[in-house]
């Protein structure tokens, strides 16, 4: 999952239940705000660019007359930390897991962890190019992956403290990994077309690319005045059990109660770790975790007219479909056809019910939350109603405590 936050697409209206139509749409002009002005301000190819973008009027919802429950204090939330920005990256699938595995540090152990994204970001696209050498260039080249991605970096390289590895150079204010991401693209292209499957070659030389973006390496920190490895403050430290960690998914196309692979782009290593569960115990799972304590790392489409990066809700609009019949044909339906994309990945960290419907807090490291400005409330966050979670929200990753009920199912 990847978001650059350069699409913006809707703003919405609360719907009903009722199948008559009740939402309109109109068509308005909708800028880049925070991205544009902040993430990427002083960028001279980006500022160039933008000048020749001229003004067009995108399809979104007319919601001058709805009010939501943004109001973060009246959710009832797990720990977690305060949003932070991606940047102008595709780590989407790193930031809200990393964010989920502080939160799951927090309930385990009481620790307030601060973990480096880009130490498991630089570890990625080494595995890629592994990957990429061992299956002759055929895979997916992006900067997405998935939420499940995390865990298996961390399982073999360890973690650090955010202050031991930022990821960003001497004078950096956001991350921007366009210029790293092509020449990487560029290189392994290169070495697929000459045919030089040289994996440790391939291997160096990726890593050369990320050590002039990123920075070096570390090999070991400190920490309360004791030096360890990665792998040392993974397990020793905060103690974070990766293998006890599962994802789920809700598709028809695949047998329920079993496991199959997530089938898009981001998954680029074919992961099948995916236990496929009905659409009713898929939003359960959820709802159940959260009234336990347990926060999500969840992924899925932000393309939808619904999905209002300025308002910062997502509902489902019922000129798209009602409520009523938000069910799993027309999830299947959505997937199969290619409307809904494996766009982003969030930290879903608190929830409230609302006249009878579940509404979900969901902290976000992408640009399209930041458009209120920071000094607003909802700095970061999306207000997420659970028609869209059915019909839009395709994976979760959570710990298996949460989930034991459904996981006993599991053929």
């Not at 309109?24 to 880049?32: L, M, Y």
């Not at 902040?38 to 009010?67: F, P």
């Not at 809200?96 to 385990?108: A, V």
């Not at 960290?349 to 992408?366: H, M, P, R």
Request: aromatic share 14%; with cysteine; net charge negative.
């Amino acid at each position: 999952m990847k978001f650059f936050g350069k699409v913006f697409i809707g703003t919405i209206l609360l719907s009903t239940v009722s199948i008559v139509a009740q939402d309109k749409a109109v068509f308005k002009n909708i800028e880049s705000k925070y991205y544009n002005n902040t993430i990427m301000k002083g960028v001279e190819d980006y500022e160039s660019s933008k000048k020749e973008n001229k003004e067009h009027l995108t399809l979104t919802i007319d919601h001058s007359k709805a009010t939501y429950p943004k109001d973060i204090s009246k959710y009832k939330t797990v720990w977690y930390r305060k949003p932070i920005s991606q940047g102008n990256t595709g780590t989407c699938w790193c930031f809200s897991t990393s964010s989920f595995f502080e939160s799951e540090i927090k309930r385990i152990t009481g620790k307030e962890a601060d973990i480096s994204e880009m130490f498991t970001v630089y570890w990625e696209y080494v595995e890629r190019a592994k990957y990429f050498v061992e299956h002759r260039g055929k895979m997916n080249l992006g900067e997405g992956s998935e939420t499940n991605a995390v865990a298996k970096i961390m399982t073999i390289y360890g973690a650090v403290p955010f202050k031991d590895y930022t990821g960003m150079l001497k004078g950096q204010t956001f991350y921007n990994h366009e210029s790293m991401f092509e020449e990487i693209e560029d290189y392994l292209k290169g070495v697929k077309k000459a045919n030089a499957w040289n994996s440790e070659l391939v291997v160096s030389t990726v890593k050369t690319i990320l050590t002039h973006y990123m920075g070096e390496i570390p090999t070991e920190v400190t920490v309360e005045g004791k030096t360890m490895t990665p792998l040392e403050y993974l397990n020793d430290y905060i103690k974070l059990p990766t293998h006890e960690y599962v994802n789920f998914m809700s598709l028809m196309q695949y047998p329920y109660y079993t496991k199959a692979v997530y089938d898009v782009p981001d998954n680029w290593w074919r992961s099948n770790d995916y236990n496929n569960v009905p659409l009713e115990d898929f939003i359960g799972v959820i709802k159940k975790g959260l009234k336990e304590g347990y926060s999500i790392a969840i992924g899925g489409d932000v393309s939808e007219v619904g999905f209002d990066k300025y308002e910062q809700v997502a509902i489902v609009p019922d000129f798209d479909v009602s409520s009523a019949h938000i069910n799993e044909y027309a999830r299947q339906m959505r997937f199969s056809n290619g409307a809904t994309t494996d766009d982003h990945a969030m930290h879903v960290v608190g929830y409230q019910v609302v006249d009878g419907a579940t509404w979900f807090l969901i902290k976000d490291s992408g640009s399209g939350s930041r458009n209120c400005g920071p000094s607003c409330d909802q700095f970061g966050y999306y207000f997420m109603h659970e028609d869209y979670i059915k019909l839009k929200m395709m994976t979760i990753t959570l710990h298996k405590d949460a989930a034991k009920d459904l996981l006993n199912k599991m053929k």
